[in-house]
């Protein structure tokens, strides 16, 4: 008798503490909402026994897939991932992998309450979305990391919580002048050999790596996916301010819509690539360097007075 009432007990108060952490108030008006932990970065501790980019996709397919993902596609160092809970809450992901360890990306949703722009208690804005997202694209890299039978340290490393917008302290539309342009600016409208969705990728980006390295992407020209594109940064954050900030590059627009290009440096070959956002009003970039992993969020901005 006196077990049965220590357990009634224990019960009751375990009740009474999960309802006062219910009422406390969450810190969006809509109390269903978190940050969403986008994107998600794992790195590895031991990066001498990370898998090449062919056993990761085997292996993160298999752990997805008996967590109840469904994989999309698989190809290089990318592997794209759905899950649909209780038949109506879905999500769709993409994992990046580098020898350092992978980035989970959010990439759309449905019934999952996304936005980007969800109004806080204290009057801000932040990107949310239902807090349960976070826990299932958390478990998803648990999972991976057992499968490959590594341990690893995951972060969030939000992509503009800081927009380049907010970042001019105005409101006015992001400034490009740190970040020099070619005096020839010439962004011509897609012609009908171009991807469908070349259009939405035309003109003028700015934004932030990992939200502190100025970037401007010049989005000129597209033969068939061909992308013809101005890449420019701030000499000022440059290891070598006296070298060229900005330089013209060739790329492609594949068939998953990402804008991907490549080129070598004096400190190594850079990857980059640029999606489209869930709305279409932003570019979400990521850059890889000497397996180092930076990601950005670009906004349009109207091209400079010498090129209209």
């Known amino acids: 008798m006196t077990a049965m009432r220590a357990s009634i007990a224990w019960l009751c108060s375990l009740m009474v503490a999960s309802a006062g952490a219910a ?7 809509d109390g269903r ?9 794992v790195q590895f501790n031991d990066t001498a026994r990370a898998p090449d980019p062919d056993k990761f996709r085997q292996t993160a397919s298999i752990a997805a897939q008996t967590l109840g993902w469904t994989v999309l596609g698989a190809k290089d160092d ?10 109506k809450h ?3 992901v993409e994992l990046l992998y580098s020898e350092r360890g992978y980035v989970l990306r959010y990439l759309d949703s449905e019934n999952l309450l996304y ?6 208690r204290g009057g801000g804005h932040a990107r949310a979305i239902h807090k349960n997202y976070n826990l299932w694209v958390r478990e998803l890299a648990r999972g991976i990391n057992s499968a490959l039978g590594l341990s690893a340290v995951a972060t969030v490393s939000p992509r503009g ?16 002048q740190h970040t020099p342009l070619p005096d020839n600016i010439n962004i011509a409208t897609p012609g009908p050999d171009a991807p469908a969705s070349a259009a939405r990728f035309s003109g003028i980006w700015v934004g932030r790596w990992d939200g502190k390295f100025d970037q401007t992407l010049v989005v000129e020209k597209f033969e068939g996916n061909i992308v013809r594109f101005v890449y420019a940064l701030n000499p000022a954050q440059m290891s070598d301010p006296a070298g060229r900030s900005w330089s013209r590059k060739r790329g492609a627009l594949d068939e998953d819509g ?7 440096t004096r400190r190594g070959p850079v990857q980059v690539s640029y999606r489209l956002s869930a709305d279409g009003t932003h ?26």
């Open 258 to 264: 990402v804008l991907r290009a490549s080129w070598d």
């Open 90 to 92: 879905k999500m769709h």
């Open 33 to 41: 909402l978190a940050r969403i932990d986008d994107p998600l970065r």
């Open 78 to 87: 990318r592997v794209e991932l759905a899950r649909t809970v209780s038949g």
């Open 161 to 176: 919580a800081k927009s380049a917008r907010a970042a001019t302290g105005d409101g006015a539309a992001p400034s490009v």
């Open 283 to 308: 570019l979400l970039g990521e850059r890889i360097r000497g397996g180092r992993i930076a990601t950005a969020t670009l906004e349009r901005t109207a091209p400079p007075e010498a090129a209209r």
């Open 23 to 29: 009422a406390q108030p969450t810190e969006f008006i």
């Open 115 to 120: 936005r980007e722009d969800a109004q806080t």
